[in-house]
């Protein structure tokens, strides 16, 4: 059986390929890599000795509870006195606290591994979850059977805990286990896989990076970059913490010998250009010898409609990103290329990391919006609903983009607000805009009606509902968000002129044109400084901010020039993707290393992962001997590293298109597994002939921009939870056939109640429908200065 281990490569790198530089840290990286340290310091994303100490004793004090648990269901089961002594279950922990990047308050994954005669259903979820529901150091506790991967969530002496369980074929568990080894796999089923996945993943991140210390700190930046950004949530359909850490190591291994500053600016460069959906890897993935799925998209339908690709490097390597949409990734993506242009900027002191890490204005970044409150009638049943309708939530946006083709762009806010004047309230927002790119028919509409009430009905399957677990999805305008969204309650003043970022992020006019600035000054004195080799000249360049005359600069050029083709000859001799046991192109995945450089990753070494386990970090690797190619054309490893060949070297790697998937529509196949969960959802002929004649999303076109075209502030798509009776808004509106407001006049003339009838969750068809599906408006007035309001 092979090991999952990793063995370092005799030719001295990590990952699928070549490093794209060997170089060191210089004296700004040094410099800027203090300045980051401090600031994330400030920041509090450290925590406090005494917090440690505390969660290694919580970490204690719950292996000592699972360890008594599992005598107990040993004993019950009528197992002899000799074995229920040496019955054994043993806590493991993975995520941020396993990867050393975990900050102050964080919760701690972990995982119970229990003998064969354990069961997950009647003994953790049922005899566990009642031993822990009688101590008093024990809250919130709170088990969730159904998920993907089950887990039981709760807090211990007040650190929040994640708790997994992993049922071996095993009678009784040694305390020095490796669970790294494959076999440990072997007749496992799907749940224990997945459970037993996060831990042997996050060890083998820690072995395939070559500086553990310089990956904590960019991952600890990464992660609270995404935070603020709002792009950290795998719920939502952005990356979760599990995702941040393949992408950070990935850049650590194309930059081994970098400090966290340049490695920071690094990943911004190299995603920005990366060409989904081509997978990051950090090593082969391995077929492995017991049959378990793996990532596959020549065999595996689903796997060709993954957007974003990020391969776990443990066998059974899967893809951790599958939740991102087409819409989380063009913001994750316009989020990147702000990134790096910031990050050039700060290369000329045109920014600071201040601006790096500005929280994002998601509130003042679109127009239209989508509120989805949510209320229980405890704060008990509230907890369960949230967690269900948290999980459901993903769906709503691949509905919205499929039902409109993908014409209609969601950006779903990664965290949720509550209403401190309602009891056991919740609620969540999305952003709505049109595709961007594409002209616009004045008064052309989005009907979404139908997809409301079909995510609602999938909602309402919750086999746990409980009276007063309700769900109401209202189309709201920027202006009438509620104020209890913003910090302290206080709706901030918007800018007197604000301009398009990039992609539709809005930010000052006066910054955006700083940001061109520096981004255009950074490029120049970069592609000068490639080019020349004078101090002085660079010198004279730096003070006075100048550029070459044309004259000078084509001469440079013309010397360049005549190594150009050689240089991209070099740059194709050390990322050429080549024959592998994969082909070239597998439906439009493209696996980069060739057979000289395959790494094995179920090779090597094996090693235990006991709690507070330390691994060595490796020393800094050395770069191998000028490569023949090189020394034929005369190329320095220093002109290798310059800024032109790293562009070069990236260009490569990133930029191979996709072969020949299929053209499916996006989302299509996760819809309909969960369509499938629901043996009464509606067909694909009742959605079309609900939507058939009032606004055809195919006929659709996009703009640039949107806004509210009527003076309605909201439009409610509600619909109660399962058993429960229509309740009219407080505004008393009604819409009629004729998709006029009737009833009573609204309170503050802001409101239109769009409820349907109950329907004990039925779908709304045409067949049973008495008036007219919502319209949702999304239209575009150009003004005479040409730009859109």
């Known amino acids: 059986m092979e090991s999952s281990g990793v063995t370092k490569r005799t030719n001295g790198y990590l990952g699928v390929t070549e490093p794209i530089s060997w170089s060191g840290p210089t004296e700004y990286d040094i410099n800027k890599t203090q300045e980051l340290e401090k600031f994330l310091e400030d920041a509090g994303l450290y925590e406090i000795q005494e917090e440690a100490v505390s969660r290694e004793e919580v970490l204690g004090r719950l292996d000592q509870i699972v360890k008594l648990w599992i005598k107990k269901v040993s004993r019950a089961k009528g197992f002899n006195e000799q074995f229920v002594q040496e019955a054994n279950a043993k806590i493991f922990t993975f995520g941020s606290y396993r990867l050393g990047v975990h900050g102050p308050g964080a919760d701690i994954d972990t995982l119970c591994v229990g003998p064969r005669h354990a069961t997950r259903e009647e003994d953790f979820f049922t005899e566990l979850h009642n031993m822990l529901s009688e101590m008093p150091e024990v809250t919130e506790l709170q088990p969730v059977p159904d998920a993907h991967v089950p887990v039981m969530r709760f807090k211990l002496n007040g650190v929040s805990i994640d708790l997994l369980y992993a049922k071996l074929t095993l009678w009784v568990i040694p305390e020095d286990l490796d669970i790294s080894q494959d076999s440990i796999l072997q007749n496992a089923d799907e749940q224990t896989v997945r459970s037993l996945n996060g831990c042997r993943v996050t060890d083998q991140i820690l072995h395939l990076v070559p500086n553990i210390q310089n990956f904590r700190t960019t991952l600890r930046c990464m992660r609270f970059w995404a935070k603020r950004r709002g792009v950290y949530s795998n719920v939502a359909g952005f990356l979760g913490g599990i995702n941040w850490a393949l992408l950070v190591a990935r850049i650590c291994q194309l930059y081994p010998n970098a400090l966290p500053s340049m490695l920071v600016s690094r990943f911004f460069r190299v995603y920005t250009q990366w060409r989904w959906p081509n997978p990051v890897m950090l090593c082969e993935i391995q077929e492995g010898t017991l049959g378990l799925p793996i990532w596959d998209p020549r065999r595996n339908f689903r796997d060709r409609h993954h957007q974003m690709p990020i391969i776990t490097p443990a066998y059974p390597c899967m893809n951790s990103s599958y939740n991102v949409s087409s819409s989380t990734l063009r913001v994750m993506l316009e989020e990147f290329q702000r990134g790096n242009q910031i990050c050039e900027a700060m290369e000329t002191s045109k920014a600071d990391w201040d601006s790096l890490f500005e929280p994002y204005p998601f509130f003042e970044a679109y127009k239209n919006y989508l509120e989805i409150d949510i209320t229980a009638g405890n704060e008990s049943d509230l907890r369960n609903w949230k967690g269900w309708v948290e999980s459901r939530l993903r769906t709503l946006t691949l509905k919205i983009e499929r039902h409109t083709f993908g014409m209609l762009q969601c950006h779903p806010c990664p965290r949720d607000f509550s209403d401190k004047s309602r009891s056991f309230h919740c609620c969540y927002f999305m952003g709505l805009q049109r595709k961007q790119g594409v002209p616009v028919q004045e008064g052309e509409q989005f009907d979404i009606r139908a997809t409301v009430e079909e995510f609602k009905h999938s909602v309402g399957m919750y086999t746990s509902w409980k009276p007063g677990m309700e769900i109401r999805v209202t189309h709201i305008k920027r202006r009438n968000v509620p104020s209890f969204v913003f910090p302290g309650g206080v709706r901030p003043s918007r800018p007197s002129k604000v301009v398009a970022g990039l992609e539709g992020h809005d930010i000052s006019r006066g910054r955006a044109s700083n940001r061109v600035q520096a981004g255009k000054a950074a490029e120049a004195m970069a592609n000068v400084a490639d080019k020349c080799t004078d101090t002085k000249q660079l010198d004279e360049l730096a003070s006075t901010g100048s550029i070459e005359s044309k004259s000078k600069k084509r001469k440079v050029d013309d010397t360049t020039e005549e190594n150009g083709t050689k240089i991209n000859q070099v740059a194709d001799s050390s990322l050429k993707p080549t024959e592998t046991e994969f082909p070239d192109s597998c439906n439009g ?201």
């Open 589 to 789: 995945v493209t696996y980069m290393p060739d057979d000289s450089r395959k790494r094995r990753c179920m090779e090597g070494s094996t090693y235990s992962n006991p709690i507070g386990m330390k691994l060595q970090t490796a020393k800094p690797l050395t770069k191998p001997e000028t490569s023949a190619a090189a020394a034929t054309f005369g190329i320095t490893q220093q002109s290798l590293c310059s800024k032109e060949a790293e562009a070069l070297a990236i260009n490569k790697l990133t930029s191979v298109e996709p072969g020949n998937l299929a053209a499916l529509p996006e989302g299509l196949d996760e819809l309909e597994y969960f369509e499938s969960q629901c043996s009464d959802q509606p067909s694909n002929a009742d959605r079309t002939v609900t939507q058939a004649g009032i606004c055809s999303s195919s006929n659709t076109q996009d703009g640039s921009t949107i806004e509210p075209s009527a003076p309605s502030s909201a439009k409610e798509l509600s619909a109660p939870a399962a058993g429960c009776s229509v309740e009219p808004s407080h505004s008393g509106t009604t819409v009629t056939q004729d998709g006029m407001s009737g009833g009573n006049n609204t309170q503050n003339g802001s409101t239109e109640e769009l409820s349907a009838p109950s329907l004990a969750w039925t779908p709304v068809t045409t067949a049973n429908t008495q008036r007219k599906p919502l319209r949702l408006r999304l239209s575009t007035v150009v003004k005479s200065n040409g730009k859109t309001s």
